[in-house]
């Protein structure tokens, strides 16, 4: 049996990969389940999968849950916090910890089940955007190993000779191409500053969590998942290009040195990246529909638009910077989204407080974790000191 905690269990990765696990209980068991606050769905996902141990990050709704656990009758222990969130990611049973926490909040229990030499699962795209050297670096040291979660970096692992690691110019890899659906305002005509959050969740091909799915409308989820390929590829930026795909079939590309290239096609569902790393390097059923050529019938690709999208010019940007620079982008990025989910942010003004936070914040070196958790904390301030600002008609 294979043990797996999901570190953000509640979210729409971790009820993907519970759907995945549940194909096959002769085979997997989970060991952990951690959520933010959702008692309910944590309560009712440990009632039906009976992990070991079940960690909210919330202390009060941790008391929730072990509440109604007891009621219940079931046995799960629970914890709470980020010690909680920690002790779930390092337990010695799991073999495995698919890392679904959104944003900055998973990078700590993330780095622990690295420092555990767990097989990791990552989803958590922003982790590694934020630490990206120190962050393979342990991989190396404690001989974990990563997988990509992310449907692209999949792909492009998939379409990677087992070799890669080597690096990519000895295998013949001339370029990475990301795809991208170009998000729900690809082709809205006007301006986008009076979009509002339901239309930027309105995803065209994918059903994600709120916080990602404004990522995509901005683009900024392709600029993060740039410089995830970088990390998880030791792939140079000039190596890596984007190519607006609006079906979402091909997922990613690899061009090598002889002119092939190659892709990997699946239907948008993240349980075919999921089923992939958590059976790698053997395959499982995953429960998603399985592709029909005949009705996907043609593929377009087109260049991004980076005047239309900035985001994704902004984090070329802080690839290339470098040291804090993405750090900087994510925490300032993350603050910005939130404002906008609450309405008290233009969908227009998110770039502006990213670069605002990037000018305001030159890149310093980040080689250890409390540098980047220092550079995370005051984009965090800049950010909001430049949303509060406006809201009163301060030109930021
Ligand atoms: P989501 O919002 O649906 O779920 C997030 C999960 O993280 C929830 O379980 C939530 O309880 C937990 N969480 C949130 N804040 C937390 C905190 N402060 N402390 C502890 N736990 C916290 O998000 P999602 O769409 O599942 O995305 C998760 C990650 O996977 C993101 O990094 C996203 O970029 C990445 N990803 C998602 C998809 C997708 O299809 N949803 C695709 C590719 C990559
Ligand atoms: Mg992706």
């Not at 990611?89 to 495995?96: T, V």
């Not at 926490?101 to 767990?118: D, M, N, S, W, Y």
């Not at 059976?279 to 996907?296: Q, Y």
């Not at 989910?341 to 980040?366: M, N, Y």
Request: aromatic share 4%.
């Amino acid at each position: 049996m294979i043990g797996v905690t999901i570190l953000g269990a509640t979210g729409s990765i971790g009820v993907n990969t519970l759907d995945v696990l549940a194909r096959r209980p002769d085979r997997y068991r989970v060991v952990a389940l951690t959520a933010n606050s959702d008692v309910d769905r944590l309560f009712e996902q440990c009632l039906l999968h009976g992990p070991d141990l079940a960690v909210m990050a919330d202390a009060a709704a941790a008391e929730r849950l072990e509440r109604k656990l007891v009621e219940a009758g079931c046995v799960t222990r629970v914890a709470s916090g980020v010690e909680g969130l920690c002790l779930a990611a390092g337990l010695p049973e799991a073999d495995c910890v698919m890392a679904a926490i959104v944003g900055a909040a998973g990078l700590v229990p993330t780095l622990t089940a690295v420092r555990a030499g767990k097989r990791i699962l990552l989803a958590n795209k922003e982790a590694l955007v934020m630490a990206g050297p120190l962050f393979m670096e342990e991989v190396r040291a404690n001989g974990a190993v990563l997988l990509p979660i992310d449907s692209e970096h999949n792909a492009v692992f998939q379409c990677l000779p087992a070799e890669y690691s080597r690096g990519l110019s000895r295998v013949g890899v001339r370029r990475i191409l990301l795809t991208s659906s170009g998000g729900p305002f690809r082709q809205r005509p006007r301006l986008l500053r009076d979009v509002k959050p339901e239309q930027a969740c309105a995803h065209p091909n994918w059903v994600m969590g709120r916080k990602i799915s404004v990522d995509s409308a901005t683009m900024m989820n392709k600029g993060l998942e740039v410089i995830e390929a970088k990390w998880l590829f030791d792939a140079d930026p000039d190596m890596i290009d984007v190519v607006v795909h609006p079906q979402s079939v091909i997922h990613s590309l690899v061009e090598y040195l002889d002119g092939s290239m190659l892709a990997q096609l699946a239907s948008p569902d993240m349980r075919i990246p999921i089923a992939h790393a958590l059976a790698w390097p053997e395959r499982m059923e995953s429960g998603a529909e399985r592709l029909n050529l005949f009705d996907v019938a043609r593929l377009d690709f087109e260049a991004p638009d980076l005047e239309r999208f900035p985001c994704l010019r902004i984090a070329f940007e802080a690839v290339r910077a470098g040291g804090t620079a993405p750090a900087v982008m994510n925490a300032a990025n993350e603050v910005a989204v939130h404002a906008f989910l609450e309405h008290r942010l233009l969908f227009t003004d998110i770039p502006a407080v990213v670069e605002a936070a990037l000018t305001a914040l030159p890149a310093r070196a980040a080689t250890t974790l409390d540098m980047v958790l220092e550079a995370d904390r005051e984009a965090r301030a800049c950010a909001g000191k430049w949303i509060q600002d406006s809201a009163l008609g301060v030109m930021p």
